[in-house]
């Protein structure tokens, strides 16, 4: 089992800036990659990015490329995803995500608020 808990979660206005944080333990020697998905309100889960959990290589959707950035700090052994210049259509439930191989992630933390409006 994995275990991903986030936080940093909140409100901010169009343009602004968040950092979430994704806290990474148990089984973590099986990770492939750690990330990111979204869901807005009446609509469906979309993937955001993910890093690779050796080579730390980054991978981002269009909607975000540019504007997101995933990275990892090791001995903490936290994920963040630092957003910038956010907008309105950015507003979602942000959910952590670690898979162990290539497909569908096999865990998800427990989702966490962001909200962009003015």
């Known amino acids: 089992q994995v275990q991903l808990v986030e936080s940093g979660g909140g409100s901010v206005h169009p343009g602004g800036s968040l950092t979430l944080s994704c806290v990474v333990s148990?089984?973590?020697?099986?990770?492939?990659?750690v990330g990111w998905f979204r869901q807005a309100p009446g609509k469906e889960r979309k993937f955001v990015g993910h890093?690779?959990?050796?080579?730390?290589?980054?991978d981002y959707s269009d909607s975000v490329k540019g504007r997101f950035t995933i990275s990892r700090d090791n001995a903490k052994n936290t994920v963040y995803l630092q957003m910038n210049s956010l907008k309105p259509e950015d507003t979602a439930v942000y959910y952590c995500?670690?898979?162990?191989?290539?497909?569908?992630?096999?865990?998800w933390g427990q989702g966490i608020q962001v909200t962009v409006s003015s």
């Open positions: 148990g089984r973590t020697f099986s990770i492939y990659h």
């Open positions: 890093i690779n959990w050796s080579t730390s290589n980054t």
């Open positions: 995500v670690s898979w162990v191989s290539l497909g569908d992630p096999r865990y």
